[in-house]
C-alpha cells in the first residue's frame, strides 16, 4: 500500500503535530473538565465524584500508557543485515531495495518498511503493524470509553450551566461559534470561558469517540478474521487461523490483559510475535 504523494514531509510533520497536539489536549480536557469542573457540580455526595474521578483515571492511564507503549514499538522492519537469498514468500521493496518478510509492507510516509502493516496513525506519528498493534486496539476502545462519557457529563453539565439541549434554533445556535460569541455579548455572563472550552471539548470529543469506536470495531473485524486492511481488499484469507490463534498472534498467550491494563512487551511473552507465516524469519 502506498500513499498518495502529495504528502510532502513539511504536511506530514504539520499533520503529526496537529494529531498529537489534538490528543493530548482532548484527554487531560477530559480529565480536568469532568474531575474539577463537571463532577462537582453534576453530583453532591463526595463519594460519587471519588469513584468516577478513579474510574476515568484508569480509564486515563489505559490510553496513555496504550499510546507512549504504541510508539515506543515501531513495527518497521530494520534488520540490519542485507538477506540475498531469502524464502519465496519474501517480497523485493524496490524504495528499500531489500527483500522483506511476508505481510510487510512500505509507508511512504515512514519512509519503511513496516511488518504486518495495518495503517499509518497521525496520532501515533508511525504506522501500526506487528509490534504496536497490541497497544492501538486497547487505545481506541479506551479513546471512545473515555470520550462517549465526557461527552455524556459534558452535556449534562452544560445543560445545567448554559443553554438546555432541546430542538430549538435558540439552542442549536447557542452551541455554535455565532451563538457563544452573541451570548457572550449580549446575555452578560451566560457564558463564561469555562463553558465555551467545555463546548469546544464537546466537539473535540465528538469527533474522537466515535472516530475511536469506529476503528476499534473495524480491528477486531480484522482480527477475528486473521486479516490487515490491504489482506481485506485484496480479498486474502491464508493468514486467517481461527479466532484465538489469531488473537494470540497479536497480543499474546495472555491477550485478555491487555484490555486491563497496558503491559510493556515481553512480560506477558517471552517470544516476539511473529506475523503468520514468517516462521523462517528470525527478528533481528
Ligand atoms: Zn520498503
Ligand atoms: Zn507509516
Redesign the pocket.
Known sequence: MT?PSFLNGKKVAFIHIVGVAYFFLATFGVVYSCIFIAYPVLYIEPKDIQWRSICLIYVFINIIGNYFLGILNKSNYAPGIQVTDPPKSWKFCSVCDRYCPPRTHH????K?C?LK?DH??FFFC??VGLRNQRYFIPYTLYVALGSLHAMYILTAYLNMKYVTFKFSIYAILSYTLPGIVYNWVYTYGNITLTTASCILLLYLLFSAGFGSLFLFLAQCFLLVRGQTPYEYHKNIHIFNHGVVTNLTQVFGRFWFLHFLIPFPPNILSKQSILPCGTSNYKDV
Open positions: 500513499q509507508c511512504e510516509i515512514c519503511a513496516i502493516r499509518h496513525c508511525q504506522c
